[in-house]
């Protein structure tokens, strides 16, 4: 299933990350794939908050992982493997056990993880022209 949104203004952004967030109910993985500084940090900070998180939500740009509590009190991971060389790094944050513990998984730049998500995963794609972006969803 694909859905596209045509994001003119960051206020639109909401409606997509309401998207997202009931897409958690029945998937753990998503994979958001675009440029440096296109929103992949900004849309899953929305999802988040739609989630119920309540703590600060930030780019773990420095920390590879950070996890998240929604209102259920499950958790969510958000990657940003921007930094990441090698797949032994990976290993070494606990990659497998986390994208096998059946939590949501947020994760920016996932080509370089693909070979460890088990099973299916969304597909977030986001392409910028100038102030205009378009998010395709497939799941």
Known sequence: MEKKFIIKQEKELEEVAIY??????????????AEMGAG??????LVCKKRGVKEHTSSPTYSIVNEYLDNENNSIFHFDLYRINDEAELLDIGIIEILDSNSVCFIEWPEKTLN??????????????????TIKITS
């Open 40 to 45: 992949k940090t900004t849309l899953i900070n």
């Open 116 to 133: 460890f998500i088990p099973g299916t995963y969304v597909e977030v794609n986001i392409e910028q022209q100038g102030k205009i972006r």
């Open 20 to 33: 997202l967030a009931k897409l958690c109910a029945t998937e753990t993985h998503f994979c958001f794939n």
